[in-house]
T-cell receptor, first 113, second 115 residues
Framework: TQLLEQSPQFLSIQEGENLTVYCNSS?????LQWYRQEPGEGPVLLVT?????EVKKLKRLTFQFGDARKDSSLHITAAQPGDTGLYLC?????????????FGQGTILTVHP | NAGVTQTPKFQVLKTGQSMTLQCAQD?????MSWYRQDPGMGLRLIHY???????DQGEVPNGYNVSRSTTEDFPLRLLSAAPSQTSVYFC??????????????FGPGTRLTVT
């Protein structure tokens, strides 16, 4: 079974601060996705990273895939109250876990005005 | 284009009762799956299907049955509800189960409480 450890579980910050969320595993994933979930709704895909060392930017959000494809990070610059939500990383497996998503536990982010 | 729809949105069951959670998608996606979400545990895969007539077990399949008679529908059946099945259930679909870059589209969820 592939596991993804996501940290921190909770993050409460003031508007304008920077933050980083981490996603770590001992397993190699063929690719990794980050989702954002609002209360009462399903997760929505933010980004997919595929290549080891890959960095993708989405406005104030920067996503990085580790060189060994075992870990990833999400960095938010100058957080805003609209960034509040649950952030989930999900690894896409290969081999016997072909195509299956393994989710981290999630990070609940609260940005105070 | 409604995307992925789930019914009901909320449900309360007594221990031992059975019920079916409905899921439908109108995007002609081959791959559909069911997850449950519990606090501090992310989403865990229950069952999935790579096409009509084909289903397989995920990480936590015990107590649940699925079938896929059409591309559009993928119902989840709880055979004999237990309090441990209290959770939020999400259905998801994607165009193809390719390993790289596959985006899953999630429904709005069904919040189930078993007393």
């Amino acid at each position: 079974t592939q596991l993804l450890e996501q940290s921190p579980q909770f993050l409460s910050i003031q508007e304008g601060e920077n933050l980083t969320v981490y996603c770590n595993s001992s397993s190699v994933f063929s690719s990794l996705q980050w989702y954002r979930q609002e209360p009462g709704e399903g997760p929505v895909l933010l980004v997919t990273v595929v290549t080891g060392g890959e960095v993708k930017k989405l406005k104030r959000l920067t996503f990085q895939f580790g060189d060994a494809r075992k870990d990833s990070s999400l960095h938010i610059t100058a957080a805003q109250p609209g960034d509040t939500g649950l952030y989930l990383c999900a690894g896409i497996g290969g081999g016997t876990s072909y195509g299956k998503l393994t989710f981290g536990q999630g990070t609940i982010l609260t940005v105070h005005p | 284009n409604a995307g992925v729809t789930q019914t009901p949105k909320f449900q309360v069951l007594k221990t031992g009762q059975s019920m079916t959670l409905q899921c439908a998608q109108d995007m002609n996606h081959e791959y559909m799956s069911w997850y449950r979400q519990d606090p501090g545990m992310g989403l865990r895969l229950i069952h999935y299907s790579v096409g009509a007539g084909i289903t397989d077990q995920g990480e936590v399949p015990n107590g649940y049955n699925v079938s896929r008679s059409t591309t559009e529908d993928f119902p989840l059946r709880l055979l004999s509800a237990a309090p441990s099945q209290t959770s939020v259930y999400f259905c998801a679909s994607s165009y193809t189960p390719t390993a790289r870059g596959r985006e899953q589209y999630f429904g709005p969820g069904t919040r189930l409480t078993v007393t």
